[in-house]
Structure formats: C-alpha cells, structure tokens
Nanobody, 121 residues
C-alpha cells in the first residue's frame, strides 16, 4: 500500500510564507514525478507545480516566481515553498505522485488527503 501525507498548511497573512511537505511511504520502488495541486471553493482543481525524477520543474503562471518545488529522493518527500502569499492562494493543497511499486510493472498516480492553506488579514 502506498500513502501520501501532506503537512505544513495553516493560516498566514498576505505577503507571508509557508512550506508544505508531502511524504510518500509504502512499497515504493521508484517515484517518477511529484506534483502539487490546489482547489479553492467554487473552483476547479489546478496544477500548481511539478517536479520529475531528474529535477525538471514546472509552475503555474499564477505562482511562478513566488513558489518553489523541491524534492528529497532519499526521503521520498516533495516540498512546496510558498512566498509572497496572496488571498487568492487560499485553497486545499493536494500532493500527487507517479509511483512504481516494488516488484515493477504498473505505474500509478496516488493522492494525499490535502492540507488547508488560508491567506487572510
């Protein structure tokens, strides 16, 4: 069984910073990519940032220059450093990972349960 657990969410004032973490555990052979998504009330889920196994990153235009995604492969963990936060960043942030299980074969996407980020004065 593979599980993803997000931590680091909370309440922060506009202009502040938070760092989210997502740790994968279970019968993992390899993680090919890890991605942060977010979903705000009344809006569709959107991609925030992604990192592939070789380190290449991609960001949504709305967070480019403010957010940084990074990974620690030894710990099966991805981070999202969020700076200069805006009220429109308020959402539930979800971690997604493309994972091959021990034994090889199938590669599937797995989701965490989400962590709430609220940016407000």
């Amino acid at each position: 069984q593979v599980q993803l657990v997000e931590t680091g969410g909370g309440l922060v004032q506009p202009g502040g910073s938070l760092r989210l973490s997502c740790a994968a555990s279970g019968s993992i052979f390899s993680i090919y990519s890890m991605t942060w998504y977010r979903q705000a009330p009344g809006k569709q889920r959107e991609l925030v940032a992604t990192v592939i196994r070789e380190g290449t990153t991609n960001y949504a235009d709305s967070v480019k220059g403010r957010f940084t995604i990074s990974r620690d492969n030894a710990k099966n963990t991805v981070y999202l450093q969020m700076n200069s936060l805006k009220p429109e960043d308020t959402a539930i942030y979800y971690c997604n990972a493309h994972i091959q299980k021990v034994g090889g074969g199938r590669v599937n996407f797995y989701w965490g349960q989400g962590t709430q980020v609220t940016v407000s004065s």
